[in-house]
């Protein structure tokens, strides 16, 4: 059994074995780090984050992968650790879980493991039965009708924009890179989540809709004198606030100078302060230096910003990056309350899918070859739009009865060719309780 080409196959590496370490990407550098534990002979194995920098389907990959270290071929009584805060890929990978509760830089409680199904629950609800002990004040809920009785009705939506159909060719040093963007239309009150895998063209359609980068029809346009046609051939002309990917801080003060520079209005108006800033804790960093933010903290602080910015339409680049499962949902709650009382849309990129299940109204689903050429759906429902993202990676979900949240089913399971059979890869409806544990005591 030839250890190091399974590593190298299983983890997507066979097409840069030959590259210097140092050149490789994020996700590149995610995956190696993987295989190079996979491949050691040891008793037990230990991952931090595994699914840092990943996408979707590199996520279902590693967490596959991981798994496969308690088969045969590597020898008997192994044991793995995992730390990871996409629920959903922890729900894939776990046996047991154990919960981590308490006051972040002072002190910290390990719980008894539990079933994954019972443990992630008890997470969630913030309560340990077992223990009788709250650790939280409100449970955390997915409940679909959250989203139906925030969304309003039909004649509250004021205003409709509409994008044509784009090209966008990018080429850096040999590669050449295709975008097709296929037209859609979108509402104020609206999140659209665009889903797909790394290389897809995800950033490069939300820096087209912040004006940052052109389409090749309005470079053309442009070119040949023609500027109303240009205008007309690319995004519409909107005020836009934009959170990229990468954050890097320049601002050599603290948070609250930052703030009060930025968005002044928005860092001083009550209703933003309970709305945002409360909720996304940055009173304790308000009097830190922007410079000696850890990545979670200037995440939180990169979405304040993004938020207070007055705009039509805002672009927000993988906000769950660098936060922990508690911030992230406190986060998408965060988005989701401001996008819906300021009536506003927003464009989310998220790899997190509990998190981009709880955001979406609709989804832009992205398929083709990465790195090389990729087409933009029309926006879709977000039955519609997971069920084609869904079928691409060959994986099935289901929800939870008590919370509601996605989870992923077993690769082969029962349910998994059930709904395979069914053509229903992402369930949408109520879930029964039939799993692997109960939950009839929180």
């Not at 894939?92 to 629950?121: E, H, K, Q």
């Not at 709880?358 to 759906?377: C, F, K, M, N, W």
Request: with cysteine; net charge negative.
């Amino acid at each position: 059994w030839d250890c190091l080409s399974w590593a190298a196959e299983e983890a997507e590496l066979t097409h840069v074995m030959d590259r210097d370490v140092r050149v490789l990407s994020g996700g590149e550098l995610q995956r190696f780090a993987i295989a190079v534990v996979a491949v050691q002979q040891s008793d037990v194995y230990m991952f931090d984050e595994p699914s840092s920098y990943l996408d979707v389907k590199q996520r279902l990959t590693a967490a596959h992968m991981i798994r496969q270290l308690l088969e045969g071929n590597h020898g008997d009584r192994r044991y793995v650790l995992v730390v990871e805060h996409d629920l959903a890929v922890l729900d894939y990978l776990s046996d047991s879980v154990c919960i981590l509760y308490g006051a972040p830089g002072a002190y910290g409680v390990v719980t008894m493991p539990f079933g994954v199904r019972t443990g992630i629950n008890a997470f969630l609800a913030g309560f340990v039965a077992t223990e009788n002990l709250r650790f939280r004040d409100d449970a955390l809920s997915f409940k679909v009708s959250e989203r139906a009785d925030d969304k309003g009705s039909k004649n509250d939506i004021m205003k409709q924009y509409s994008y044509p159909t784009m090209t966008k060719t990018q080429t850096k040093g040999a590669s050449r890179f295709i975008l097709h963007v296929e037209e859609g239309a979108f509402t104020d009150s609206e999140i659209l989540v665009l889903l797909g895998e790394n290389g897809t063209g995800k950033t490069t359609f939300v820096r087209m809709l912040a004006g940052l980068l052109k389409s090749d029809e309005q470079v053309k346009l442009e070119e040949e004198g023609m500027m109303y046609e240009a205008a007309q051939a690319g995004a519409p002309d909107l005020n836009v606030s934009y959170k990229p990917q990468k954050i890097s801080p320049k601002f050599k003060g603290t948070v609250r100078q930052l703030l009060h520079k930025r968005v002044r209005d928005a860092y001083i108006h009550p209703q933003f302060v309970s709305d945002v800033m409360k909720p996304l804790v940055i009173d304790a960093i308000i009097d830190n230096g922007v410079q000696t933010l850890s990545g979670g903290e200037l995440q939180r602080l990169a979405i304040v910003l993004v938020l207070g910015k007055p705009a039509d339409v805002y672009l927000i680049d993988e906000p769950s990056a660098y936060l922990d499962s508690e911030q992230r949902i406190n986060c998408a709650k965060v988005i989701k309350r401001f996008i819906m009382h300021s009536k506003k849309t927003a464009f989310v990129v998220e790899h997190d899918f509990i998190m981009a299940t709880y955001l979406a109204d609709r989804v832009v689903v992205y398929h083709g070859q990465p790195g090389i050429e990729a087409t933009a759906s029309t926006p879709q429902s977000l039955l519609t739009g997971m069920n084609a993202f869904l079928k691409s990676l060959e994986v099935t979900f289901r929800r939870d009865p008590v919370n509601f949240r996605p989870r992923i089913n077993k690769k082969g399971s029962q349910k998994d060719m059930e709904q395979k059979k069914n053509g229903n890869y992402f369930f949408y409806e109520d879930d029964d309780a039939d799993d692997d544990d109960d939950f009839d005591d929180i």
